[in-house]
C-alpha cells in the first residue's frame, strides 16, 4: 500500500523566506566546493544605488508556493449522500490536529464519527441534514482555529433502501423523501432505466423493483407528472449476487385481479412458460402461464380478499405463498440440482451464484506520543513464547448468530506490516454501505507451528465504507481505541426440551453496530448442557466508546440438539443492552412445533398443518424428495398453520416432487414489525427473524 503525501502547512511568508535562503546558501555552497573552479569573481552593477533589502515580514508577497490561509477546508468526497446522514465522507484541508469538531449543516458530530489521519483529511460520518447544500466547518480544538467550506455537502432529497442488488434486477427498493412531493403518476429510473412495479404510499414515500444492469454504482431519479425530477447519484451499487430483496408481496388489496411474476433466481432470466396456480385446489384453481417477460396477469371472482399462489416450472423449485392479500406476487425460483436440466428452458446455472465483490485497504491506526506517526500497540500485551501480536479485519455480518471465523493467520496485520500512520490491511467485501471492524490481540502457535488461539485485546469500527464491484476503496483507517475488558453475565430461558433435543444451550454475544449489522467475537459463545441451572457469563466484552460510542450489546441464544447444533431447536436474538454490569434475561423461545401433516407416514401431497403456540408471524416448511433433488418451499401467515395446496404432480411440463423418502422441515418465526403483506423474500431466511423454531420429519411421498 503506497502512502499518502502530506501537503506543507508552514505559512505562505515563511515558505518563501526559507526557499531564498536556500538558494542562497545553494549559490554560496556551490562556489567555496573543492574541485568546481575559483570563486566567481563579484558581479559589477553599474546600474545605479541598489535598492533598499527588507530581511523583514514579506507576507504581503504572494508566489506559486502561496496555498492560503494555514488552516483551511478545501473539499469532501464525496460531497453528496441521502438526507437520512450515515455517508462517510472524507475532508480534506490543511492544518488538522488529531483534536477536531466537526459541524456538518450546523449539526455538530460525535466524536466517535471524526477520525483525522493526517493534518490534510479527517473522515467523518454525516449526520441527518435538509436536502440541499450544507456548510461544513471544522474547528481545531487544540489551537482553537477554524475553518468553513460553504455548501460543501449537499445532502439528496431521498434514500435508498436497499442501496444495493443484483444485476439480474428485481430488488425491491424503497424511497423515501423529506419535503418531495411525490404523486402517483411519479416513476422512478435506475441507471437511466425505468424501475418496475412502482408503488406510492405517499409524497415522500414510494417503492419499485429495479432493472437489470451491470455491476457498479447508479444514479435514482424520481420523474414528477409536473416536469420535476429528484435525483440521487451513486444511490445504488449492482452487484452480481442475488440479494434477499427481491421477490415477495406487495401492492393494494386482492380485489378480482392478481399479477404474478417469476423469474430464475441465479440469473434473473423470466420464467417464460412457468405454470401459475391461483388456488389451493386444481379443480378450482385459476391456472396461468407466465410470458416472454415472466408475467402473467389472473382475473376472477374468486380473486378477493385472500388466495393461495404457486409457481412451477421445469427445472426449478417451486414456490407457494398462502392466503396472499395483495395483487402483485414476485418469485425468484432456484434452479434444480438435476444435471439433465442443465439444458432447460432456460437452462439452470447448476446452482452456481455468481459473484463481483470490491477490497478495502487501510491502516489499523494506534495514537502514539507523536501526532500523526505510528504508534506501539499498547492496549495489547507483548507476546510470551509461541505468541505474537496480530490484528484481524472483518466486513460487519448480518445476524448476530453468525459464528465467528479467523482468516488465515497469513492474512494477519502485524507491528511488522507496512503503514504510514498505522498497520496495513486489506479485506475482501460484497459491494454496498459496509462496515468494517478490527481486532487485536495475541495469537498462540502450537509446536506443530498451528494457530490454537486469538485473545483479542483492543478493537476498532469504521462505518459506511463504500464498496464497488470490482474496485479497491482505499484510505479506510481505523482507530483501535477499545478495550475488551468487560464482563456481561445472562439469566437463560430456554424451552422445553423433547425426547429428541433440544440438549444444549448455546449463548452468543456480538455487536449491534446499526442498520442490521453485528461484530462477531471470538469469545462470544458459551456453551451449557440443558437443563440449565445458574447465569451464563461472558468475559472480554468491548466497552462501547471511542468508535464503539453509540452501538449496543446484542444478546441471543440458541437451544440446539447435539455437538452439530441440529433440529430440533429455539432461537431467539435481538436482545439488546448498553450496561454490561446488570444480568440479562435471556427468553421469549418458542416451544418446538409440531409437524401434523405430512407426518411420518404417506403424505398425500395436498395438505399442511402445523401445531404451535405463541403469537407466530410466519411460517415456512420445506418438502424434499429425491434425496434433495426436488424442493418445494411453502410459506403461510402465522394465523394459518392449517392449509390446502394444489398437487403439482397433475399440472404438465413443470417440476414436481418424486415419489419416495419425504423430507420436511418446517418452522415458525417471530419477525419485529412483520407484515405478511409486504413480504420480501429476504424474510424467508432465518437471519431476519427475532425469534423461531424449526424442526424436521421423515415420511414418504
Not at 105 to 114: D, I, Q, R, Y
Not at 261 to 277: E, K, N, R
Not at 471 to 477: I, P, Q, R
Request: charged share 10%.
Amino acid at each position: 500500500m503506497g502512502h499518502r503525501a502530506r501537503k506543507e502547512t508552514r505559512p505562505a511568508a515563511l515558505r518563501s523566506r526559507l526557499l531564498r535562503s536556500a538558494l542562497a546558501v545553494a549559490v554560496l555552497a556551490a562556489a567555496c566546493i573543492p574541485g568546481r573552479g575559483p570563486p566567481l569573481d563579484p558581479v559589477v552593477d553599474d546600474a545605479g544605488v541598489a535598492p533598499p533589502t527588507t530581511l523583514g515580514d514579506d507576507s504581503g508577497m504572494l508566489d506559486e508556493l502561496n496555498l492560503g490561509p494555514a488552516f483551511a477546508v478545501t473539499g469532501l468526497q464525496p460531497s453528496h449522500g441521502p438526507w437520512t446522514g450515515g455517508t462517510r465522507t472524507t475532508i480534506t484541508g490543511r492544518g488538522f490536529s488529531s483534536n477536531l469538531q466537526v459541524w456538518v449543516g450546523g449539526t455538530e458530530l460525535p466524536a466517535s464519527n471524526v477520525f483525522a489521519s493526517d493534518p490534510t483529511q479527517v473522515a467523518v460520518l454525516t449526520p441527518p441534514g435538509t436536502p440541499g447544500p450544507a456548510d461544513v466547518r471544522v474547528l481545531d480544538v487544540t489551537s482553537a482555529e477554524q475553518a468553513t467550506l460553504s455548501a460543501g455537502f449537499v445532502y439528496d432529497a431521498f434514500s435508498v433502501t436497499p442501496g444495493t442488488g443484483a444485476t439480474t434486477g428485481g430488488t425491491r427498493i424503497a424511497l423515501q423523501g423529506s419535503g418531495t412531493a411525490w404523486t402517483a403518476a411519479s416513476t422512478v429510473q435506475v441507471g437511466g432505466a425505468p424501475c418496475q412495479a412502482v408503488t406510492f404510499t405517499d409524497a415522500t414515500d414510494l417503492a419499485c423493483s429495479t432493472p437489470a444492469n451491470g455491476p457498479g454504482s447508479q444514479s435514482v431519479m424520481v420523474l414528477n407528472a409536473d416536469g420535476s425530477s429528484d435525483e440521487a447519484d451513486d444511490a445504488f451499487v449492482y452487484s452480481d449476487s442475488p440479494d434477499g430483496f427481491r421477490g415477495g408481496l406487495y401492492g393494494g388489496a386482492l380485489s378480482g385481479t392478481l399479477t404474478v411474476l417469476g423469474f430464475d433466481a441465479w440469473t434473473g432470466a423470466p420464467l417464460q412458460g412457468a405454470q401459475v396456480i391461483a388456488g389451493s385446489n386444481l379443480t378450482t384453481a385459476l391456472v396461468a402461464t407466465l410470458d416472454s417477460s415472466g408475467t402473467a396477469q389472473i382475473t376472477g371472482p374468486s380473486l378477493t380478499g385472500q388466495v393461495t399462489v404457486t409457481v412451477a416450472a421445469l427445472c426449478h423449485q417451486p414456490i407457494t405463498y398462502v392466503d396472499v392479500p395483495v395483487d402483485t406476487v414476485t418469485m425468484y425460483l432456484t434452479p434444480a440440482l438435476d444435471p439433465s436440466c442443465l439444458n432447460g428452458d432456460p437452462p439452470s446455472t447448476g446452482n452456481f451464484i455468481p459473484q463481483d465483490v470490491g477490497t478495502v485497504a487501510g491502516e489499523l491506526v494506534w495514537s502514539g506520543g507523536i501526532e500523526f506517526e505510528r504508534g506501539a500497540w499498547s492496549n495489547v500485551p507483548l507476546p510470551a513464547a509461541h505468541e505474537r501480536q496480530a490484528a484481524y479485519a472483518f466486513t460487519a455480518a448480518g445476524s448476530p448468530l453468525q459464528a465467528f471465523t479467523l482468516p488465515d493467520p497469513s492474512t494477519a496485520t502485524t507491528p511488522a506490516s507496512d503503514g504510514q500512520l498505522g498497520y496495513a490491511f486489506q479485506i475482501v467485501a460484497v459491494p454496498g454501505n459496509t462496515t468494517v471492524y478490527a481486532l487485536a490481540g495475541l495469537e498462540e502457535d502450537g509446536d506443530a507451528g498451528q494457530l490454537i488461539r486469538f485473545e483479542p485485546f483492543a478493537m476498532g469500527i469504521v462505518r459506511g465504507v463504500p464498496v464497488q464491484p470490482n474496485v479497491e476503496t482505499m484510505g479506510v483507517d481505523i482507530p483501535m481505541t477499545t478495550l475488551l475488558d468487560r464482563s456481561m453475565t445472562t439469566v437463560p430461558q430456554p424451552p422445553a426440551t423433547t425426547l429428541r433435543g433440544p440438549d444444549r444451550l448455546l449463548s452468543v454475544l456480538a455487536i449491534d453496530l446499526g442498520a442490521g449489522s453485528y461484530a462477531a467475537l471470538p469469545q462470544g459463545v458459551v456453551t451449557t448442557l440443558l437443563p440449565i441451572s445458574g447465569n451464563v457469563s461472558f468475559v472480554g466484552a468491548p466497552a462501547l466508546d471511542g468508535t464503539l460510542a453509540g452501538t449496543s450489546y446484542d444478546l441471543a441464544a440458541a437451544a440446539v440438539t447435539g455437538s452439530t447444533g441440529t433440529v430440533p431447536l429455539s432461537v431467539v436474538t435481538g436482545i439488546e443492552t448498553t450496561d454490561a454490569n446488570d444480568p440479562v434475561t435471556l427468553g421469549g423461545f418458542f416451544d418446538i412445533p409440531v409437524l401434523l401433516q405430512p407426518s411420518t407416514q404417506t403424505w398425500a401431497g395436498t395438505h399442511v398443518q402445523l401445531q404451535a403456540s405463541g403469537p407466530i408471524d410466519l411460517a415456512v416448511v420445506d418438502l424434499s424428495t429425491g434425496d434433495g433433488l426436488v424442493h418445494w418451499q411453502v410459506v403461510s401467515p402465522g394465523t394459518d398453520l392449517s392449509f390446502d395446496l394444489p398437487d403439482l404432480s397433475q399440472v404438465q411440463g413443470i417440476e414436481h416432487l418424486v415419489h419416495g423418502t419425504l423430507a420436511t422441515t418446517f418452522a415458525i418465526a417471530r419477525i419485529d414489525g412483520f407484515q405478511y403483506g409486504l413480504l420480501r423474500s429476504g424474510q424467508l431466511a432465518s437471519t431476519a427473524w427475532s425469534a423461531y423454531a424449526e424442526d424436521q420429519v421423515s415420511g414418504s411421498y
